[in-house]
């Protein structure tokens, strides 16, 4: 167990996937575009950045900033019905960002052809078994399919 | 003061005001103007501002005052007197409304001598609270000021000038138990408003280890968070509190809306929480009774909430339960159960049976195993796997345990020196490692028992104690002497890994898998790997349940070193083990494996 006392400004990095709930009719991109606008407006002001992952399956979040802040945002973003079965895959201190560069950046699936990555893991994430994905799997697998949210929405 | 009445009664300023009647016209219509001015000023003022007379009669009220009392609009038209205004109020319970005119009529027969800060608080619904002062103006008239907490009255200190409690829980904010239990009763009253008025008492599962291993700040601020989202799910005219500890409670208006609800509340509760640092996986259980018109009183209702409570509680939680009179009566089977139970004991019902333990290969007995047996002079004889889950819930299962302990060492004393006696010591007993070191110490002294005589058998779940001593208190009963089994191996989780954590000295097979024997290979290959393992760890290995030849001759070619069950004998009183040995001596041969 963890005793060390974090400050509640202290920089944290939360990392979590859920399941998608948005209805299929609604073109997905819609609805992530106002995602997206939506927490760009919210992060910038609170100095949160990170990056989110969305496949026809789920969604997979960083997010990054201050601890207090990290919390209060994650209050909100559990309660959206646009997705379910949220799981906390890490909340850790940190010392530096990974996303330091935009407040959130995005990948949509990566490419048509591409197998949805995040299947395996939610698929994980609900059965009883050791869970094999890990914080840092998904931290990886963001690093290497996000792109500037600019190619998203036009600032 | 005198001004605004002065501004408030437009004939008098103008009739005061003598010289001036060839103006009249003017200062009539600046009065009017000014009386305009007066109500629009008062129509904007950020709280409720009424005037009464020293009968409650009503002479003025703006917006405000009717919208925070929650007034319909037809009434708010006019002026009724204040008991009709209280009457119409949805949300003000009976005693609330007794308590505003007691308050009134209280401040306006003190006359001078009322304290001008004197106020009264009242909870209408959730969130929506009011401070009430009154304050003389003069002519037989006294202005109410009625704050929603956008002005400091209510945001003061938590205490209420009218001699009741503070209403809310301070940690949450929610309403408290008091408060909520107030307005049930209030409901109660008047039954058929009560109708259809549903409880749903919601209990945190997992709470108590956040508590534990997080510590108190962090399972608070978790409280607070689990309250926000239960906030967020409740309408204007729920009445959400907390009960205490981890317990919230909800009533609605309709009962239609109650599982609906509690699903909706289980999911939201079920979501991970971000605390402080940490992350809580939580989860709740709810009990769900509805209001039945005149026959249920608010602590029946309050009573079967917590009942169905229990009984999603009991099915594992993360799951609610509808109240149904079957749980009352199996709570009211359950309490003279424990009763009895607990006078077992004292009252010398408690005895023990003995069930013979064989060593496969030499055919000779190794040793009995102490088995629990009430017989209650009503009830009559009482399956163990009814009463041991009661003794370990209601913790009488300690005492139980070292009654065992000392009469099997006792009894064993008068068995042949080979023979060993085998004691089950449960998950409670080992959760307190010392007393049970202790028990285990006086049990041999008293008895003169060698310990190589003794052995303890241990569940799974009993090693998964919390308790840090547990595995050094084990190895210090095999030091001395004793011997320490693994009782049902292979009903649970991590059976393997248990094995590794302490050196058995044994390994009970669970019946299940000698059951299953000649149904399915699973079971076979189970056992054999087991009595390989066993083998290769130096640790005996007897098959549990062995009922006929057959499984005995199996058990034994997969490997099993020791066998128990029915085709030895069934559970024996101790007062017969002794013709038992005496007859098995001559006539043993008969249980033959192959046989």
Redesign the interface.
Known sequence: MMKKMHHSGSLYRLIYCSRNMIDRGAPPETEIRAILTASRRNNKLDNITGALLFTASGFAQVLEGPREVVERSFERISGDPRHADVTVLSFTPTERRSFPDWSMGFSGQISPDAADPLVHLLADTTSAGPRVTTGSDVLHLLEQVVQREDEWIPA | MQEAQAKLAPDRLVSDRPGFRPNQRLSVARARADSRLANKVLGLLPLGVAVIDADLQLWFWNEQAAGLFGVPPQMAAGMPPLGEILAGIRHLTARQRDGIAAFAAAQIAAGDRAEPESCLRISLRRDHRLAIQIRGIGSGRWMLIIDDGRLALTAGPNRPADGGVAWLDPLTGLNNRRHFNQVLRDLAETASSGTGHTVLTIDLDRFKAIND??GHPIGDALLC?AA??LR?ETREDDLLARLGGDEFVILIASGERAEPLAARMIE?LS??F??????A?IGASIGIAGFAAGETSADDLMRYAELALYDAKSAGGGTWRVFDPAMAAQAQARRELETALRKALTMGELSLAYQPQLNVRTQTLTGFEALLRWTHPTLGQVSPTTFIPVAEEIGCIVALGEWVLKTACQEATRWPAEISVAVNVSPRQLGDSERLAAAVQSALQSSGLPPERLELEITEGAMLSTDPHVLETLHRFRANGIRIAMDDFGTGYSSLSQLRSFPFDKIKIDRSFVAALGFNGEAAAMIQAIATLGAGLGMTTIAEGVETAHQAALVGAHGCTDIQGYLISRPIAAAAVDAFLSRYARTGDKVEPTG
């Open positions: 291993t997080l968070l926000k989202r967020q939201v979501r991970p971000l605390v402080e640092g940490h992350v996986n």
